[in-house]
């Protein structure tokens, strides 16, 4: 057996002092040209599509293809280019679809082909109204939205919601930020995302609330970052607390939370405006713009919520929040789920609540 060479050590060379920097910047720039790349395939694949569907919606109202021809379609296709994805029968139909749910070409080219195709198709399944599927396609680009993100803005019905909370905003803060800060408020707000019982008090949405912030600051949507929940603050040696205090980075401004757990009351803007007075005075700095309240109610009366407003000069939107309410459980489901009691435990203890007897 011949004999191994020795492994000999070879002094590493000692790197340029502007070589770090030099690898991290050429980083960035393959990553920034590995995601142009991605982009611009995405936008061509989208396109092809639109013109597919486009040629096979004109067929088929000259000639009246039917499923057969899309079938002979797609295996030919198919075969031709074994090495796409996406000719299924299927999904030709998705693009004949697509063509006859987006006329215009001008829209396909500077907006929806900015899109992932399974948010085009979920679109296109999911919202009929032209107008109210071009606004989320507008969203979705706008706040880069995944497509599961998509599906839950769709089914919670963010459309009709967004800017729809009753505020002062017009009478209280500067034009440009007032009709962006109304669009920012919704009405009502879905926290879906918890399970409360009919006598779940306000402490309980509040904790049930920051256990799920990421779902919490995606339904309060873009720009809220989160700062804290329960602040406390003293004036003249008695303390104060804010139920959630957040910050909103389109807007800069503190954002003041306040949630209760029953019908709007009157006097409930007399202390958000408290709050708001003392944010600005000891959080704002010279590059914030005037703080604004959020109060969340269970129930409002229109009316009573537009009289409390009227004279506020702090700038306040009221909105509904809403969750699943659990009353009671069929006979056959009440020994496998848990309780009202065990899931008011959850929020209070934040554990997971045990099973119920069987």
């Known amino acids: 057996m011949a004999a191994r060479r020795p492994i000999v050590q070879r002094p590493v060379a000692q790197l340029p002092s502007g070589y770090?920097?030099?690898?991290?910047?050429?980083?960035?720039?393959?990553?920034a040209a590995q995601l142009k790349a991605c982009l611009a395939v995405n936008r061509e694949l989208v396109l092809l599509y639109w013109h597919i569907g486009r040629e096979i919606l004109a067929r088929q109202k000259q000639e009246g293809w039917g499923a057969k021809v899309i079938d002979r379609l797609s295996r030919d296709l198919a075969h031709e280019?074994?090495?796409?994805?996406?000719?299924?029968?299927?999904?030709?139909?998705?693009?004949?679809?697509?063509?006859?749910?987006y006329a215009d070409e001008t829209i396909v080219k500077q907006l929806v082909s900015l899109l992932p195709w399974g948010h085009v198709v979920r679109l296109l399944q999911a919202v009929k109204p032209p107008a109210e599927r071009e606004w989320y396609a507008r969203a979705a680009v706008e706040h880069g939205w995944s497509r599961n993100v998509l599906v839950h803005q769709i089914e919670t019905d963010l459309y009709h919601r967004q800017g729809k909370a009753l505020t002062n905003?017009?009478?209280?803060?500067?034009?440009?930020?007032?009709?962006?800060?109304?669009?920012?408020?919704?009405?009502?707000?879905?926290?879906?995302?918890?399970?409360?019982?009919?006598?779940?008090?306000?402490?309980?949405?509040e904790q049930g609330l920051v256990r799920h912030v990421a779902r919490f600051l995606l339904e309060l949507g873009s720009g809220f970052a989160f700062v804290g929940e329960q602040y406390r603050f003293e004036v003249s040696d008695r303390e104060f607390i804010i139920d959630l205090l957040l910050y909103h980075t389109r807007l800069h401004c503190y954002v003041v939370v306040e949630l209760k757990a029953g019908e709007f009351k009157p006097e409930h803007t007399g202390q958000l405006n408290f709050y708001l007075s003392a944010v600005d005075d000891r959080?704002?700095?010279?590059?914030?713009?005037?703080?604004?309240?959020?109060?969340?109610?269970?129930?409002?009366?229109?009316l009573i919520v537009e009289y409390a407003l009227r004279d506020v000069k702090k700038p306040i939107g009221v909105a509904e929040w809403r969750t699943r309410l659990v009353r009671s459980l069929?006979?056959?489901?009440?020994?496998?789920?848990?309780?009202?009691?065990?899931?008011?435990a959850e929020l209070t203890r934040g554990t997971k609540p045990p099973p119920g007897n069987r």
């Open 283 to 302: 959080l704002k700095t010279a590059g914030d713009n005037p703080s604004i309240g959020i109060l969340l109610c269970a129930a409002k009366d229109k």
């Open 20 to 31: 770090a920097a030099l690898l991290k910047d050429i980083k960035a720039r393959v990553r």
């Open 81 to 101: 280019f074994p090495d796409m994805r996406g000719f299924s029968p299927r999904n030709l139909l998705f693009m004949r679809a697509f063509a006859d749910g």
């Open 330 to 344: 069929p006979r056959q489901y009440k020994g496998s789920l848990p309780t009202i009691e065990e899931l008011e």
């Open 169 to 205: 905003f017009k009478r209280t803060l500067p034009a440009p930020q007032s009709d962006l800060a109304q669009q920012v408020l919704k009405d009502p707000y879905t926290f879906d995302f918890l399970t409360l019982g009919p006598a779940a008090r306000e402490r309980d949405i």
